[in-house]
């Protein structure tokens, strides 16, 4: 009986043994399973962002039918310095950049003229800031609407998703203006303004001014308007990518310090008012 009992104990501490040999195998693969992401970026050999695909930030140049803009120019240069020979952009609208970042592992970056906010750095990482914006007020050239007072009867209109949403919501709770929409993105913000769907506009400068200049618009910028937005702009990666962000900013520091930043800036119609001090 003895025999017996000292049998299947032995037996049992063979079985514990073999299982607890297998647990360990497999966290093991676990843990060798999950790389860093700058080293999948370097192994594959493309970096992917995301982007609502708009001049002048990021864009498919039609002349060149070759990816450009102030942010993409921005990510190649960065690529480049780490040994990456390629970035590819996958297009979304603005108001779904941040949670497309964080919820398709396929994308390492966003990237798109992106303000950095409080609210948006409690789910994203953000770079250091590369330039600086604010907004302009966009009203149709034979416009009534010469001071921001005028807009009081005014339907204005923004991107949805957007620092500026948050302002003109702020305009219409204090009767700053009659009523607000939004906008998918810029284009069809500006197609509302100039076939009178809306009196005015909000949005980003450096986006409006490029508009303006390459579009047939019929629109032009408030010029008596002071900006109540001055946003800095970054590229967000996901929080848990550190090893990512800190060569990011290791390689914007070089661009700064070399000159090849405020380049890229002055190339893509920026000049020194975009400029962030000691840049």
């Known amino acids: 009986m003895k025999k017996i009992f000292t049998l299947i104990v032995i037996?049992?501490?063979?079985?514990?043994?073999?299982?607890?040999?297998?647990?360990?195998?497999?966290?093991?693969?676990?843990?060798?399973?999950?790389?860093?992401?700058?080293?999948?970026?370097?192994?594959?050999?493309?970096?992917?962002?995301?982007?609502?695909?708009?001049p002048p930030f990021a864009y498919i140049n039609p002349e060149t039918n070759k990816l450009s803009g102030i942010d993409a120019d921005i990510i190649a240069e960065i690529a480049k310095r780490l040994g990456?020979?390629?970035?590819?952009?996958?297009?979304?609208?603005?108001?779904?950049?941040?949670?497309?970042?964080?919820?398709?592992?396929?994308?390492?970056l966003a990237a798109d003229g992106i303000y950095i906010t409080p609210e948006r750095e409690e789910i994203v990482s953000f770079t250091q800031p590369l330039y600086k914006e604010s907004e302009v007020v966009i009203v149709p050239k034979a416009s009534k609407i010469n001071f921001k007072d005028d807009l009081k009867n005014a339907v204005v209109g923004t991107i949805r998703g957007t620092k500026f949403a948050d302002l003109i919501q702020d305009w219409k709770k204090n009767n700053l203006v009659k009523n607000v929409l939004f906008f998918e993105d810029n284009t069809n913000l500006l197609n509302a303004i100039n076939n009178g769907e809306i009196d005015a506009g909000v949005s980003d400068s450096a986006l409006v001014e490029y508009s303006l200049k390459n579009n047939s618009f019929y629109l032009k910028i408030l010029s008596d308007y002071t900006p109540e937005i001055h946003g800095l702009?970054?590229?967000?990666?996901k929080k848990s990518d550190i090893t990512l962000l800190n060569n990011l900013n290791e390689k914007i520091n070089e661009m700064k310090a070399d000159g090849t930043l405020y380049a890229i800036l002055v190339d893509n119609g920026l000049d020194k008012s975009n400029t962030i001090e000691n840049q």
């Not at 399973?33 to 594959?44: A, F, H, P």
């Open 84 to 108: 990456i020979n390629k970035i590819e952009e996958k297009k979304i609208k603005f108001a779904d950049l941040l949670n497309q970042l964080n919820t398709d592992d396929s994308i390492d």
């Open 11 to 54: 037996i049992g501490l063979i079985a514990i043994i073999g299982c607890d040999t297998n647990s360990s195998k497999i966290t093991t693969t676990n843990i060798a399973s999950v790389k860093d992401r700058l080293q999948t970026i370097k192994e594959k050999g493309t970096l992917t962002f995301v982007s609502a695909d708009a």
């Open 233 to 237: 702009v970054g590229i967000a990666v």
